[in-house]
């Protein structure tokens, strides 16, 4: 059942006398809700909301934080699986790949409610005699936090949970297209009683929500996750205020591939990580950089493997992708593919035009061998279910091919040679380089990019850290 949707401001849920815009399941077009917009009263009260919170929430003990954390995990875990059929209703993924969606969320909580224990300051050994110097760590206020439409669950919960570990409240504004989800969530927070004001989630204009929060002095930290034009309009709006700003932006990333493997085995991988949410990651694989002594069989293998992925609604069990979560993805994605093919690439999949899709929103997996350097797909983030293939002879070449693009989220490699690991490791500009697998945003680690990819990172040790400020502290006995 998809829920009723509304805003949560100061504990109270708000779905009366706003205007509204409809929400579209992407795979049937139909519309499943009426998502109520916060106006300019109801953002300000947002923040206000979240600045009342801040000073009990932050002088709760992190045992008592923790609680709550553990409680929301749970709460999350316990409605996984109706969670993810909703998210599927208006993001579009299959249902399996929600479910997991889900389960990262519970994880955040689950992680940041341990991590939130273990914020340490520091003694430093002072200068001046009968004195005690120390750093201590103080939250750094009332969050604003941005979450984009392809993990609205995930991004968003990793978001609510690093601020509340940290002790301070948010104002979250995830995607329009994709809120069911997280009012379901936000329904289930506000039932575990905790404090008015601690986690406020409204929807509206994303431009007026995000300059009135940033420019409001009681919001002390920006965290934003989306494409990199945005991000840079917020990095600047931020910048004017002096806040702290947290941006994880486009990604672009490569996938090496040496003549040393089990063609098979990373054919599978690929498929999987390549087509998982139809490609609308961040960091999805977008180019794969093989030895051209084993490209010719890996394309073959790749572009069998694709054409075989059932393609429907994500609520049918047999669906491998569902639809892009929109028609902007839909025109993006189709003028890329049409540019390297103008430009040379060979269509190795049947043509997209060429088989019956079950709706306006699907795209269907689409390989692209030998594209020139030249293709807008090389370079621009393509975002979709696009995997262009290409040749390399020397290891040099591979790695200045992967560092070819303005990114640097994500990078992968599959090889068994110790030396083109060590090289990958440390010659690839990315925030994360995952060598033999696909794995690389774990709640546990830090997440971020380099580059045109973002400032900063999310979850981990890391993530939380961002979260502080500093206090030097000296005590001197007169
Ligand atoms: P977009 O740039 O319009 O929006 C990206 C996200 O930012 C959306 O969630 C949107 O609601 C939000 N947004 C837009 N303007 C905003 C503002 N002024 N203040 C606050 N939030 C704002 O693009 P789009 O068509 O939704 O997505 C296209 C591109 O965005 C993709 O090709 C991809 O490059 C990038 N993207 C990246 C991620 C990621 O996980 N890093 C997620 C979604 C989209």
Redesign the pocket.
């Known amino acids: 059942m998809y829920p009723r949707l509304a805003l949560f401001i100061a504990g109270q849920e708000i779905d009366a006398g706003l205007p509204t815009r409809p929400v579209i399941n992407p795979a049937t077009g139909e519309t499943v809700g009426d998502l109520p917009l916060a106006q300019a009263g109801d953002i300000e009260r947002a923040a206000a909301a979240a600045a009342a919170a801040f000073g009990p929430w932050k002088s709760q003990t992190s045992l008592v934080r923790a609680r709550v954390l553990q409680a929301i995990s749970a709460s999350i875990r316990n409605k996984q699986r109706d969670l993810a059929a909703i998210l599927t209703t208006d993001q579009g993924k299959p249902l399996a790949e929600a479910e997991i969606e889900v389960g990262n969320a519970a994880d955040a909580f689950e992680w940041m409610a341990e991590e939130g224990k273990r914020v340490y300051g520091r003694i430093i050994p002072s200068r001046l005699p009968g004195s005690d110097f120390a750093v201590l760590r103080e939250p750094v206020g009332p969050v604003a936090a941005?979450a984009?439409?392809?993990f609205p669950v995930a991004l968003s919960c990793r978001k609510i949970a690093t601020s509340l570990a940290a002790g301070c409240p948010i104002v979250i504004k995830p995607?329009e297209e994709t809120p069911g989800a997280l009012v379901a969530i936000a329904r289930l927070i506000h039932e575990l009683d905790v404090p008015p004001g601690l986690v406020n989630l409204i929807f509206g204009d994303?431009?007026q929500v995000?300059s009135q929060l940033i420019a409001d002095p009681r919001i002390r930290k920006i965290s934003?996750?989306?494409?990199t034009?945005?991000g840079r309009?917020?990095a600047g709006l931020a910048a004017q205020q002096l806040k702290k700003i947290t941006l994880?932006?486009?990604g672009h990333a490569p996938v090496i591939v040496t003549n040393d493997v089990d063609v098979d085995r990373v054919v599978e991988l690929s498929v999987a990580a390549k087509f998982r949410n139809a490609g609308q990651i961040?960091m999805s694989p977008s180019r794969f950089i093989v030895d051209n002594s084993i490209k010719a069989e890996f394309v073959d293998k790749f572009a069998a493997a694709a054409a075989k992925l059932i393609v429907g609604n994500g609520a049918d069990a047999q669906t491998r992708m569902g639809p892009l979560a929109n028609t902007?993805r839909v025109a993006?994605v189709e003028a890329l593919v049409e540019d390297a093919i103008a430009k040379g690439a060979r269509h190795v999949t049947p043509h997209p035009q060429s088989g019956a899709l079950p709706g306006p929103l699907f795209y269907p997996p689409v390989v692209l061998d030998d594209v020139p350097d030249t293709a807008r797909m090389m370079h621009e983030?393509p975002?979709g279910p696009i995997a262009p293939i290409v040749g390399f002879d020397t290891l040099d070449e591979a790695i200045a091919r992967a560092n070819a693009t303005e990114f640097g989220l994500s990078a992968y490699a599959f090889t068994n040679s110790m030396t083109a690991m060590r090289r990958i490791r440390d010659e690839v500009q990315a925030g994360t380089v995952s060598i033999n697998s696909f794995a690389a945003a774990m709640a546990e680690g830090p997440f971020g990019g380099v580059k045109n990819s973002g400032i900063g990172s999310e979850m981990g040790t890391e993530g939380l850290a961002d979260h502080f400020t500093s206090k030097a502290f000296l005590l001197l006995d007169h």
């Open positions: 941005f984009p439409w392809n995607d994303p431009e995000s934003f996750t989306g494409s034009s945005v309009r917020l994880e932006l486009g961040c902007r993006a983030e975002f």
